[in-house]
């Protein structure tokens, strides 16, 4: 999807309002945004990317403009990506490891931003947090280590689960790492895994009732941009369908009906990945700064999907909740 689309399905809300206080650059920046479709699942983040963007000063039509473009499958995401090198953008922003991947696939020169990868360290997408190197650095949410974290939440809000389910996007550089944070993570509560694969919004159906068959207690879906963009109110949906508990990284999901997430606050982190692109813009080189970890993580329930899974969720762990949705 192009940008004109994009701008089509938003309506006014896609254009920057003046700020008295923008400052004055030499040129129009061209920026890059690689994304998956469908756009109307990420215009959360798009406007907390846009906000962050107008509080440093950038106004779109004055000095900058966005070329948005939407991917259909990791194919075009690729396809996309050199697109947008085609075009000499000034840096492209791929917020997860799935975009990045394409991205440096395209460009090793052009800059890349990203707010929510899962594990830039262990896909090689940076050298290090501290000194990235190459041309992409960014947000962490650290999915390795949030992974473990919401596989024993999962386990206290199903106690009686000997088998979870994992889904994980084929098509996502952290998925093996983050497969491998959940297999230490069942060793030590001592539930066995169900991984299960998907590469498209058509394959969630099979996959759920696959896991149903398999005799999965509960699924964890690990966070992707299929997983968390692409359809969250249909895998809700047929998550329900399979009576299967879900805990997913993104509150995204949990609004649409899935049962919990523990996760940070991505549109924060999105909002906050404008200041790299601002420090880039100023002749800042990528490879000199630090890549920033998520430092906070909140844990959401939805009482609705619980209630109708027949689930009591522990007050102790409804006490920790940092959202019930009701």
Known sequence: MRRRDFIAVLGGAAAWPAQGHAQQFSKVW???????????????????????????GYVEGKNAVIEFRWAEGAAQMRELAAELVRLNVDVIFATSSTEVEAARQATRTIPIVFATHADPVGVGHVASLPRPGGNATGLSVLQTD??????????VAVPHAARFGVLFSSDAPSSGPTLQAAESAAERLKVTLVPIAVRAVEDFEKALARLAQDRANAVFVAASSLTVRSAPALLAELALKQRLPTMFGSRDNVAAGGLMSYAPDQHDLTRRAAIYIDKILRGTAPSELPVEQASTYQLVINLKTAQALGIAIPPTLLARADEVIE
Do not use: H, M, W
């Open 146 to 155: 949030l992974t473990a974290k919401a596989l024993e939440v999962l386990k």
């Open 30 to 56: 061209l920026i890059g945004f690689l994304g998956p479709a469908p756009a109307l699942a990420s215009a959360p983040r798009v406007e907390a990317l846009r906000t962050g963007l107008r509080e440093l």
